[in-house]
């Protein structure tokens, strides 16, 4: 199941995710006859000023004793802010002999404020019928369900109030907002949503292709924070040693070990809660079969109410953040297409070193977080050898220290070739090899997510070009995106085959968070550390922060067992850490992935190794720069304005557009009225903003049916082992 490259462990399946409402559906709300109209008025615009321009030099040029210069300010002024001339300004430069150019000035003016009118006009009656469309698309079953899917709330909101005579103009401005924003999130972003982001598979150079979509398997979930309380109920009220039950963070069906561990339980009241949980059964059971919004709310509606019954209070999952679960069940759904894919050899060879200069950006900023941390360790530790752990993270979550984080552009600066329109790497055999050996301390765990370019060619996808999209730290597929895979059992042994618990120099370890969502990171061979969350592994190999201390190695900060010799090195969990609490847990990690871009102002060339995009072409912004954000402007003035910004800084059509305050980017097309208001809305909020372009293109996408063209990615799992020496913690 293995294919090796020079650097990495390539794991052969991997989890192909894909939108399941075509791109079509989005680009279809485009503008186009008032775009031309737009477009028509802006050239006579940028004309115009050409024009008024000329003119007022002309102006300048008259003699000084052919006119009075308060009478030429005042002309001059009304000409730069295209007023219409007073009957006085046209006495005055008459007598400048220009009779003529105040008629051609008027005439143009009218002309513009003519093609404006038509253009606004244009604007309004196709705005509106695209506002008919959205709101039509949402009243069908199958958008409907997607609705539900996204936000039951809105869902029960929008079966009231879905016909456009039943709004005012703003709720209707504000309904068409809401509901554009979840339909280019289900039909131009791979997020893994039941129905509408469906998980399927495929494997490198291996496989049988299927291309037909059909969602073939569904399975209904309770969500973890909802059964850990159902469970802390039940063990209450049977025998003492049900007490120490537990539900693992790991576990990705909590359902069936709750059920399972009553089952086995010899208490007499057993049987009591057998019962009550056959009644939770049925309504999962009903979520899970169920293909209509209100079915599915009906059966989610008597599971919360038997929660309720059960734990005497409602399920809050509503309150949690972005990812966390929303409701007390969810759904997953498999597409039963599968995608084999080739790579040639120097394409496996370019993704290849594309990650090993992501590890060793990773690994340069690793060092210079332990430089900070040694430096701090002599202030805290106060003479003593050690400090306890749990002192340690503490400290640096009240004061997180300020990061300057090298860019992959400075990293690779020595051997960047500017190709005019991108940026290309010329590593030298020399760095490759260097660079390969610094990383041989660490174990990584990495789970890049491929965007991918090429054509099907004898049942295989042949690949000819990849954008590494999001590149994740720890194996993310494992566990619940594999829970679909007719081989999750031989794919779960295989990777914990390949991870040796120890080494001479130290003992690998997990770290443990309580889970809030549905993916469920995994537990790997070594020990475990519980922060918030519940381990698998039994407590003499289950430790807790108070277990450890912070203790120099060398010119590093390293963990240790209390009172041994043991060090641990954890292995780079695949969720669980936010920005302020990233670096104290980091320091003892190998180093985590994250995506490299630069926040500094302006364009950003994309960065490639051959045919592999590292960083797609991107700008940052500051909101102002696109416009008065904050300014009370109709739907026509903020498509005019972004129209000329988008000529002025030499966008593309499409991309992304990320804000400061928001985890998720959002698909923008400046012709789309959706887009644009979005924009203005999300941008008042916003420090900072990035525009990444759609890379792959709308022309590149290769999944596809009678309906139209689908977004997707690879998400893979890329491993490397660390090279076993004494001196291994010593970087």
């Keep these: 199941m293995w294919f090796n490259t020079s650097t990495w462990r390539w794991l052969k399946p991997f989890v192909l995710r ?107 009656e196709e705005f509106e019928r695209l506002q008919q469309q959205l709101i039509e698309r949402f009243q069908s079953s199958q958008y409907e369900l997607a609705l539900y899917t996204l936000n ?73 924070q909802g059964l850990q309380k159902l469970l802390s109920v039940i063990k209450k009220d049977l025998m003492p040693q049900a007490h120490a039950w537990n539900l693992p963070s790991s576990t990705v069906d909590g359902w069936k070990l709750v059920r399972e561990r009553v089952e086995d339980c010899n208490d007499p009241r057993s049987e009591i809660w057998i019962r009550i949980l056959d009644q939770l059964e049925e309504t ?152 390969r050996k610094e990383i041989n301390s660490f174990r990584w765990l990495l789970s890049p997510d491929l965007m991918v370019k090429g054509k099907f060619e004898t049942n295989r996808f042949n690949v000819a070009s990849i954008v590494i999209g999001e590149l994740h730290h720890g194996f993310t597929a494992d566990g619940w995106m594999f829970e679909f895979h007719p081989d999750k059992k031989e794919i779960n042994r295989i990777v914990r085959q390949a991870m040796p618990e120890k080494n001479p120099s130290f003992t690998w370890a997990n770290w443990i968070f309580q889970r809030k969502m549905k993916s469920t990171p995994q537990e790997y061979p070594g020990v475990s550390v519980k922060l918030t969350g519940h381990s698998e592994y039994p407590d003499e190999k289950s430790f807790s922060l108070y277990d450890l201390e912070v203790r120099r190695l060398g010119d590093k900060v390293a963990v240790f067992l209390q009172g041994t010799d043991n060090a641990l090195m954890f292995y780079p969990p695949a969720y669980g850490f936010n920005e302020t609490s990233f670096f104290p847990f980091a320091l003892f990690c190998s180093p985590m992935m994250e995506p490299s871009s630069n926040y500094s102002k302006g364009r950003h060339k994309a960065i490639k190794l051959g045919n592999v995009t590292l960083i797609r072409e991107h700008w940052v912004f500051e909101p102002t720069d696109w416009g008065e954000v904050h300014a009370s402007l109709d739907g026509f003035q903020q498509m005019a304005c972004l129209q000329e910004i988008k000529v002025k800084y030499q966008l593309p059509q499409v991309g992304y557009l990320r804000f400061s305050q928001e985890l998720k980017p959002v698909w923008f097309d400046f012709n789309n009225p959706f887009c644009v208001d979005l924009f203005f809305n999300m941008a008042k909020k916003a420090e900072w903003f990035t525009f990444s372009r759609m890379d792959p293109g709308v022309e590149d996408l290769f999944l596809k049916d009678d309906r139209g063209h689908y977004c997707c990615e690879l998400r893979t799992f890329a491993y490397r082992q660390e090279i076993t020496s004494k001196d291994m913690l010593m970087g």
Aim: glycine share 2%; charged share 25%.
């Design 284 to 435: 999962r059971h009903l979520f899970e079969t169920s293909t209509q919004p209100n079915e599915k709310e009906q059966a989610l509606a008597q599971a919360e109410k038997l929660f309720t019954n059960i734990t005497g209070e409602a399920f809050q999952g509503e309150n949690q953040q972005y990812f966390a679960d929303k409701t007390l069940l969810y759904e997953e759904c498999h597409d039963q297409q599968y995608l084999p894919v080739t790579l040639s050899v120097d394409l496996w060879t370019e993704l290849d070193h594309a990650l090993l200069i992501h590890a060793k950006l990773r690994l340069d900023i690793w060092r210079s977080w332990q430089n900070i941390a040694v430096q701090k360790f002599e202030q805290l530790a106060n003479g003593n050898v050690s400090i306890p752990l749990m002192k340690w993270v503490s400290y640096w979550l009240r004061y997180p220290p300020s990061l300057d984080n090298q860019s992959a552009t400075d990293l690779l600066s020595p051997w960047l070739v500017d190709r005019n329109g991108y940026l290309s790497i010329k590593l030298p055999d020399r760095v490759i090899r260097s660079w």
């Design 18 to 124: 894909s939108t399941s409402i075509p791109i079509e559906m989005v680009l279809n709300l485009r503008l186009k006859e008032s775009i031309k109209q737009l477009n028509e008025w802006s050239k006579s615009q940028q004309s115009f000023d050409q024009w008024c321009n000329h003119w007022i030099k002309e102006i300048r040029s008259v003699p000084v004793e052919r006119i009075s210069l308060p009478h030429q300010r005042k002309v001059i002024r009304r000409i730069k802010k295209r007023n219409p001339l007073t009957e006085q300004d046209k006495i005055i430069v008459t007598k400048w002999g220009m009779e003529k150019l105040i008629d051609e000035y008027c005439s143009q003016q009218q002309s513009l404020i003519s093609l404006k009118k038509k253009a606004q006009q244009s604007f309004h």
């Design 152 to 224: 039951h709330k809105l869902w029960h909101f929008w079966i009231k109030e879905n016909r456009l005579e039943n709004l005012t103009d703003a709720q209707k401005k504000q309904t068409c907002r809401t509901l554009f924003a979840y339909l280019q999130r289900v039909s131009t972003k791979n997020d893994t949503i039941g129905e509408y982001g469906p998980i399927s598979y495929g494997a490198f150079n291996q496989g049988k292709l299927i291309q037909t979509r059909q969602i073939t398997k569904r399975k209904a979930y309770f969500a973890y």
